[in-house]
């Protein structure tokens, strides 16, 4: 059974940063892209960032570009999710995805994790 599991949300101030973390198993981690989407309140879920199962190649919003980064431990079965600079339009609930293509946005992703909440205060 694949589980995802976000960690590392939280309640920051603008300009401020957070790490968030998510911890595979029951999927051969290696061999799967990993990304990061998100979902405000009374808004559609929207791509974040994603990276290629051997970290090569990464890709971002334009949104987060500059700001967040995204990194993997295969050693780990963790993806990471930098965010500095953060902004109040950032707050939202974070998931985590695995799938076969790092480039294809929600299409690309097969397995989601449960979430977890970023709130940036003004």
């Known amino acids: 059974q694949v589980q995802l599991v976000e960690s590392g949300g939280g309640l920051v101030q603008a300009g401020g940063s957070l790490r968030l973390s998510c911890a595979a198993s029951g999927v051969t981690f290696s061999a799967y892209a990993m990304g990061w989407f998100r979902q405000a309140p009374g808004k559609e879920r929207d791509f974040v960032s994603s990276i290629s199962f051997n970290g090569r190649s990464t890709y971002y919003a334009d949104s987060v570009k500059g700001r967040f980064t995204i990194s993997r431990d295969n050693a780990k079965n963790t993806v990471y999710l930098q965010l500095n600079s953060l902004k109040p339009e950032d707050t939202a609930v974070y998931y985590c995805?695995?799938?076969?293509?790092?480039?294809?946005?929600?299409?690309?992703?097969?397995?989601w994790g449960q979430g977890t909440q970023v709130t940036v205060s003004s």
């Open positions: 995805a695995a799938g076969p293509d790092a480039n294809r946005g929600d299409d690309g992703m097969h397995y």
